[in-house]
């Protein structure tokens, strides 16, 4: 499990003048949820961006665990880092099974090991059996869950979650939440959900971070 700090964050979007964050610092304890929580436009996704290495900080310094992933001196790209991420839209490959969705990202690991790997992270996500169907023959919540197992299936350090509930409507959302943070709790895995949700926050963190918009 790996603790992730963020010291004295300085960042603009090329060619903007607005610092989107003016010495932001943060410290997400290890093996625990927590939420970024505030409205749009208050650069909770910019922090997530930066700590997948999406983005690179004008200046601070982000570390993980023992690593430095950014500050004056380095920057490691995000493929590197060891991180996991969870998209709005699930971002699953629609012409794709689900194993071949969840094994995408295991390109290198021996077949073997590859489909053991998936079978194991599907019966983690309640999943098991499905390995087959592609995401149309899944509900918004078992697309969630696959989009869970796809992420967890390279054995990531760190996951984020940008606002994973907001396609499902309400009654779903409670439940596939309750769901989402069992499999958290399983996994054992230092993760930051970004949502403008209290619910979401609630529910799923150990840890809030209350963002605002500041101009």
Same mark, same amino acid.
């Given at each position: ?12 979007? +090329?060619?903007?003048?607005? =610092?989107? %964050? ?16 505030? +409205? ?7 922090? &997530?961006?930066?700590? #997948? ?9 982000? =570390?993980?665990?023992?690593?430095? %992933? ?7 790209? #995000?493929? !590197? ?6 998209? *709005?839209?699930?971002? %699953? ?16 690991? +021996? ?9 194991? @992270? ?8 499905? *390995?087959?169907?592609? +995401? ?7 697309? *969630?869950?696959?989009?869970? #197992? =796809? ?9 984020? &979650?940008?606002?994973?509930?907001? !396609? ?14 069992? &499999? &958290?709790?399983? #996994?054992? @895995? ?5 949502? !403008? ?6 529910? %799923? ?8 918009? @500041?101009?």
């Amino acid at each position: 499990m790996t603790t992730i700090k963020l010291t004295n964050i300085v960042f603009s979007y +090329p060619g903007s003048r607005i =610092r989107q %964050l003016d010495g932001f610092s943060v410290e997400i304890p290890s093996g625990e949820c927590t939420a970024l929580l505030g +409205p749009s436009g208050c650069a909770k996704t910019t922090v &997530l961006r930066l700590i #997948a290495g999406l983005e690179k900080p004008d200046s601070g310094v982000i =570390r993980m665990g023992d690593r430095v %992933l950014s500050d004056t001196r380095c920057f490691v790209e #995000a493929e !590197h880092r060891n991180i996991g991420m969870i998209f *709005q839209d699930y971002a %699953l490959f629609p012409h794709m099974t689900v194993e071949k969705n969840i094994a995408y990202g295991l390109i290198g690991v +021996p077949r073997s090991v590859r489909k053991e790997r998936v079978d194991e @992270v599907l019966q983690l996500v309640g999943m098991g059996g499905y *390995q087959n169907r592609y +995401p149309y023959q899944l509900s918004g919540g078992q697309q *969630q869950r696959v989009a869970v #197992a =796809r992420a967890l299936a390279p054995k990531p350090e760190v996951l984020l &979650l940008d606002e994973p509930f907001s !396609h499902l409507d309400t009654h779903l959302r409670q439940n596939v939440r309750e769901e989402i943070k069992s &499999l &958290l709790q399983a #996994a054992k @895995v230092t993760s930051v959900l970004v949502t !403008h949700d209290h619910d979401d926050a609630e529910t %799923l963190a150990d840890n809030i971070v209350q963002m605002k918009t @500041v101009r």
